[in-house]
């Protein structure tokens, strides 16, 4: 549903009054307001009755009337604007309104004030009530920072963060929050992110690290260049993202809708036949009193407000309705390996010499090419080497889609590089040489004498083995890796952390097939990447999950649902999360009819009074809402 009625959805949108929106704190005000009203109209003519005896009871029934008008009206009307628009949403309205207007003409005008007057006043308690699902939504919002200290021509100026733009300068004081996203020019600092990746460790940065919009510095001062525009940052786009997936209509909602198209006749029709068999219009009107389907309303949003709540502390954005309705159904697991499965950052696992030289040998000549490159190769040598001796006096020369090479000062010259380059230069390399090697190869040489090869890998994460079990422990059945890697080395990645099946030397649109037919074998599949190059992948499958989130659009948007950290973990995390909230909505559906009858009956049978009925209508609410709240209560939060 896009709305629920007030009662559900102010009770969701606040823990205290600081977290209502303006137009929330004028209809609050209101509701007081006409309330007092109501109860001192209520109280005058009581006192005039029976406390100075008056001579004229249409006094008293004036000033009830006005009651009636300022308390009962309202609902009244709520009720036939449900009624012609078939709006179900005003199901509670519809109800509360016709007994209203049976207490007027069954000159019960003192019930009529009270029935709306209690329940305003139980609703207003419910706004201070358990959930409170919106809190982590609003507490996002009170960290977007609206000024900025401008640093332009050596001076400081306090200007509004909306004014600022790409490639202007902004100083981070220790302490302050970060307003816009960019890059750090100077400085270094701790920043708490928190607040967008969940990971309770502070990350450092400096020169040349990205910050973002939302997280707070700690320590040092920096001077941070704009990079996106206020509308523009990762931290608005989320929160926009936040908000609008709290209107996601869930298949349980649309059943909801359809059941509330039959209850509201039924009750009606109970409401008469007892009324035509007792006699006693009271009971009818206790019937339409605690028949408000206040908990009905709250069966699917409460559940999936307090998930939205939960997963965004942990650093995970849900965007649409699969989180429920098919992340549930998963049995097939797809993962990217460079980024998802692995760091994406390649090290020196193996330095294979050739003919007579030495490991040590093969390492040098390698590192005195290498050193001069920025490929992650090149980087991978030079941080193997750390401060172990070789030649850094070479002329140097990259090779675009080749390697690096150097000529030394007796003339040698050294490569570093893939195998055909090497091979095109007329060095001999054995066929098979490398094919033990697990990992990416490289190949060193000498003029044309080669050297060796070095193999290198990629990164574990530290908790992908882990995260696959438990996926297994979820049901499921099937663990497939999609990657542009060479085999070997996919294949010892998944060895290493127990996913089932390898594609490798797979491009973008090869993944894309690969995860079509999968998908064509009546499997439902997730699929996990990184957001930049498995995007066509992430949309193609059944559900997607982006890792890393954080400062990627397109990671944000391609997937259904976006995990701002790295944290593997939180994939079984968002399956178990999904899980427990459609149990909840199971159960709150059952909880919610079964109070609903059981006091319907009651009421049929005078136990229920139609004043202790607008009391008690709320119980399938606050059932509802306390069964919900257990999601907030989860230990892995």
Not at 553 to 574: G, Q, R, T
């Amino acid at each position: 549903m896009e709305n629920i009625n007030n009662m559900g959805r102010n009770s969701l949108e606040a823990l205290s009054r600081d977290n209502l929106t303006e137009q929330g704190r004028r209809k609050l005000t209101k509701d007081i307001l006409c309330g007092a009203i109501a109860l001192s109209c209520l109280a005058v003519g009581l006192i005039y009755t029976y406390v100075l005896k008056g001579s004229y009871p249409v006094v008293a029934q004036i000033l009830y009337l006005i009651g009636v008008l300022i308390e009962g009206v309202p609902v009244i009307v709520a009720g036939i604007k449900g009624i012609f628009t078939k709006n179900l949403t005003n199901a509670m309205e519809i109800l509360v309104g016709i007994a209203i207007i049976a207490c007027v003409f069954n000159q019960e005008l003192i019930l009529a004030v009270l029935i709306p007057f209690i329940l305003n006043i139980v609703h207003i308690l419910e706004e201070r009530s358990i959930m409170g699902g919106r809190d982590v939504i609003e507490g996002l919002k009170n960290m977007q920072q609206t000024t900025a200290v401008l640093y332009e021509d050596g001076k400081e100026t306090v200007v509004e963060v909306s004014t600022l733009r790409v490639g202007q300068q902004i100083i981070i004081k220790p302490g302050a929050g970060i307003p816009i996203d960019g890059v750090v020019k100077s400085g270094k600092s701790n920043v708490d992110q928190k607040s967008l990746t969940g990971e309770p460790q502070p990350a450092a940065v400096g020169e040349g690290d990205p910050v973002y919009a939302g997280t707070v510095n700690l320590d040092g001062l920096m001077v941070v260049e704009v990079k996106k525009e206020h509308v523009d940052t990762s931290f608005s786009k989320i929160l926009k993202l936040l908000e609008e997936s709290e209107g996601i209509t869930l298949a349980e909602s649309r059943l909801i809708d359809r059941f509330l198209g039959y209850y509201i006749p039924f009750v009606l029709a109970v409401a008469g036949a007892v009324a035509l068999v007792t006699a006693d219009i009271s009971k009818a009107i206790a019937i339409l009193v605690v028949s408000c389907p206040c908990g009905q309303m709250l069966v699917s949003s409460a559940p999936m407000i307090a998930a939205l709540s939960v997963a965004t502390k942990r650093g995970v954005l849900i965007k649409n309705s699969k989180f429920i309705e098919e992340l549930t159904d998963i049995d097939t697991v797809v993962f990217d390996k460079t980024g998802t499965v692995t760091r994406g950052e390649l090290s020196l696992t193996e330095a294979v010499p050739f003919g007579d030289t030495t490991e040590e040998a093969l390492l040098a000549a390698a590192a005195s090419v290498a050193v001069g490159s920025n490929h992650p190769v090149s980087r991978a040598v030079a941080e193997y080497m750390g401060d172990r001796p070789f030649d850094h006096t070479l002329a140097l020369r990259e090779i675009s889609g080749g390697g690096v090479e150097g000529e030394a000062a007796d003339g040698h010259i050294y490569r570093f590089g893939r195998r055909e380059w090497l091979l095109e230069l007329g060095c001999a390399i054995p066929e098979g040489l490398d094919e033990g090697a697990a990992g990416s190869v490289s190949f060193v040489s000498c003029d044309d004498t080669l050297l060796g090869y070095l193999a290198f890998n990629d990164t574990v994460r530290e908790n992908a083995a882990e995260c696959v079990d438990a996926l297994r422990e979820l049901g499921a059945e099937h663990t497939v890796m999609l990657t542009g890697d060479r085999e070997a080395p996919a294949r010892a990645i998944c060895d290493k952390v127990g996913i089932d099946e390898v594609y490798a030397r797979l491009l973008p649109e090869d993944k894309l097939s690969r995860l079509r037919e999968l998908s064509g074998e009546e499997h439902n599949v997730l699929a996990v990447g990184d957001g930049i190059n498995d995007a066509l992948a992430l949309r193609e499958a059944t559900v997607g999950i982006a890792m890393g989130a954080m400062g990627s659009d397109l990671a944000i948007e391609s997937a259904d649902i976006a995990l701002m950290n790295n944290n593997l973990m939180n994939i079984p995390f968002v399956i178990d999360l999904a899980r427990q909230t459609r149990r909840i909505i199971y159960q709150n559906l059952v909880l919610s009819i079964g109070i609903s009858a059981g006091m319907i009956a009651l009421s049929s049978f005078g136990v229920i009074t139609a004043l202790a009925g607008s009391v008690l209508h709320n119980l399938g609410a606050f059932v509802v809402l306390y069964n919900s709240s257990r999601i907030l209560r989860r230990k892995d939060i």
